[in-house]
Nanobody, 110 residues
Framework: VQLQASGGGLVQAGESLRLSCAAS?????MAWFRQAPGKQRDVVAT???????TYADAVKGRFTISRDNSKNTVYLQMNSLKPEDTAVYYC????????WGQGTQVTVSS
């Protein structure tokens, strides 16, 4: 399975972005990760195939993960963005089973 993340950009604090992750085939549980410069790649949110979601404490209440199984696509709606959300965002299974794509850069200015 190949994964392609998109939708990143440069926004101001408080604004919103919606990321998309298109998979080349059917996938089961999926997750969004992010990696800021000099830091490790951490999980942001996960979602099962049936739609059950979990979130990192840092994004709880601001980010929403969703999916469209008919399109093999997972989304991350990011609201009330903060400068500390600045990172490259990646999608993968929660177990990092697939090859990492290029990710999509999210930059939040204060």
């Amino acid at each position: 399975v190949q994964l392609q993340a998109s939708g990143g950009g440069l926004v101001q604090a408080g604004e919103s972005l919606r990321l998309s992750c298109a998979a080349s085939g059917s996938v089961f549980s999926m997750a969004w990760f992010r990696q800021a410069p000099g830091k490790q790649r951490d999980v942001v949110a996960t979602i099962t195939r049936s739609g059950s979601a979990t979130y990192a404490d840092a994004v709880k209440g601001r980010f929403t993960i969703s999916r469209d199984n008919s399109k093999n696509t997972v989304y991350l709606q990011m609201n009330s963005l903060k400068p500390e959300d600045t990172a490259v965002y990646y999608c993968n299974s929660p177990f990092r089973s697939y090859s990492w794509g290029q990710g999509t850069q999210v930059t939040v200015s204060s």
